[in-house]
């Protein structure tokens, strides 16, 4: 099975979640570091979409502006416009394989797509 993970390795969750993943044998694993290589917005969209959450609830508060800049009581096309140009806004990890995607947090909910 072929998986993608949304990491960021300052992340505790994050390394737990990729950690995870390494150590199964029938996971083909892409790492991507989100902050250097960051989704399109029609990417990110269509994870928040088959995750089935509002781009709102993929949003980061902690460590981030987003509370000052109103973000949490925008659009959703406010909140993706926000998140392709600065993609600290993007809560982590997000994991996508062929069962799906989760926002993993708590890093059980991988269990659901692998």
Aim: overall charge negative; some cysteine; proline content about 7%.
């Amino acid at each position: 099975m072929k998986a993608t993970i949304w990491h960021n390795p300052k992340c505790g969750t994050s390394r737990k979640v990729l950690e995870a993943l390494q150590q199964r044998d029938d996971v083909e694993l892409e790492v991507v570091e989100y902050l250097k290589q960051p989704p399109s917005r029609d990417k990110l969209a269509q994870l928040f979409r088959d995750a089935g959450l509002t781009p709102q609830e993929g949003l980061r508060l902690r460590g981030t502006d987003a509370e000052e800049r109103g973000l949490p009581q925008s659009d959703a096309e406010t909140v993706l416009d926000a998140m392709a140009a600065d993609p600290i806004l993007i809560e982590r990890p997000l994991v996508e394989t062929e069962k799906g995607v989760r926002l993993c947090r708590p890093a059980e909910l991988l269990e659901q797509i692998v």
